[in-house]
């Protein structure tokens, strides 16, 4: 049974910069790269198979075509995405719907409930998660006069740290920040705020009704959203977040391990360091999925990895 390595896909996006080739040696299509969409099926993304017996097939093609290396999972798409996101300027303001919400309002589209793995921050960093209005009728009033400042819940981040956000979440990332994501297969997202920034002379669309709509007020507590998982357990698997979508993990090699593969699939990204799986070499950057009856991996070297499954 093979390893089904990833060719990436790359987003230019007006808040992106560099550091993917820079940092991550990927080879990308410009200076404002913002997003590596690592292991993706979504149309508007859809990752091949590099090297191997499925060499090139979009990985789409490979869950409905071959759905027994994903272990007949029954779900009509492949169900998770996974991206690195480097933010040069801050992301827009947004929110995002339930699955019943963007079933109903967005073509049969799936919700977004999506989780951050922070790999890098500036010094003093912050992201923008949850707000402060108390109801319904302050949250109304807050966007609809722009009471930004009042509004936003900005909370201070660092390298480690490991955020949840469920659909609802009024998020956003801000300039200088490097995220691995863990989400749903979606690419649904209701910009709330832009900072009245310009595309080509033009603000971009926001959706404010539809962000009224699915915003959750009051939101959850700062301290449930945030954990820091820098540190913790060599060698053993580190269980991050399990929710209706996903299960993710941080594993910790510096040595060896022998990784039993005991779910349908399990998707892993190197995020440092390198080393070997199975005595092919892996580094930093490399996205790949141990498909269903993989059995036990063997890891060896010094890398940090997430992984992840439904
Ligand atoms: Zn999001």
Known sequence: MEILFMNPVFKQMIWGGRK??????????GDNTGECWAVSAHPNGDCTVK???YDGKKLSALWAEEPELFGNVDSDRFPLLIKIIDAKEDLSI????NDAYAGKNENGSLGKTECWYILDAPEGASLVIGHNARNKEELTDMIRNGRWKEFLREVPVKKGDFIQIDPGTVHAIKGGIEILETQQNSDITYRVYDY???????PREL???????VITVPAKAVEDSVINVAGGA???PELLVECDYYRVWKLDV?????LRQEYPF????????????????VKKGDHFILPNRYGEANIEGKLLLIGSTV
């Open 51 to 53: 090297g191997g017996a």
């Open 94 to 97: 947004q929110v995002h719907p």
């Open 196 to 202: 009245d920034r310009l595309t080509d002379g033009k």
């Open 234 to 236: 060599k060698n053993e």
């Open 207 to 213: 959706h404010v009704e539809k962000s009224l709509d």
């Open 266 to 281: 399990l998707i892993m990204s190197v995020i440092e360091g390198e080393g070997r799986i199975d005595g092919q070499p």
């Open 254 to 258: 510096d040595g060896a391990v022998a």
């Open 20 to 29: 993917l080739a820079d940092k991550w040696n990927y080879d990308i299509p």
